[in-house]
């Protein structure tokens, strides 16, 4: 994983069919990075759920959150309609995984990303991280204490 007080590295994903996000386009503001294996399974759907009811919460803190796994563009759109999240899911889908790797983050045995978390401030700059086993949700206590401190 990136260590606390990296630069996070600028990355450009599919936020929906047509559509791109890069990271740095959320300088001034805070961005949770949560990296997560696949649509549509148990433990990711719960976990997502969770950040999507307290996006509130979040946005107190200045951060947004972005989802990124290596699902496609197609299953990441009708994934967030069924689950009506509101907070963009990038695709890592071409080449496989390459934000997940820069992040170090990449399970190449399994050929999807760790689930991840990354809380990074205003400036790119990574202030937390966490890896969770793959079938454990983390939830947001982790976040909640880094946005914290970054604040205090």
Not at 26 to 38: D, E, M, N, S, T
Not at 72 to 77: A, E, L, V, Y
């Amino acid at each position: 994983m990136l260590a606390p007080g990296t630069k996070a590295p600028d990355f450009e994903l599919f936020s929906g069919i047509d559509e791109k996000v890069s990271l740095y386009q959320f300088q001034g503001r805070r961005v949770i990075l949560v990296f997560y294996p696949a649509d549509w399974s148990p433990v990711c759907g719960d976990q997502l759920i969770i950040y999507n009811e307290i996006l509130e919460i979040f946005s107190r803190y200045n951060a947004v959150v972005l989802g990124i796994s290596v699902d496609g563009k197609w299953c990441h759109s009708s994934y967030r309609e069924q689950r009506n999240l509101e907070f963009p899911l990038l695709a890592d889908f071409e080449p496989k995984g390459a934000v997940a790797k820069t992040f170090g983050v990449y399970d190449d045995k399994a050929g999807t990303a760790k689930r991840a978390l990354y809380v990074i401030d205003e400036n790119s700059i990574v202030r937390w991280n966490y890896i969770s086993p793959i079938d454990i949700n983390p939830g947001a206590d982790g976040i909640l204490g880094a946005l914290e401190k970054l604040s205090s």
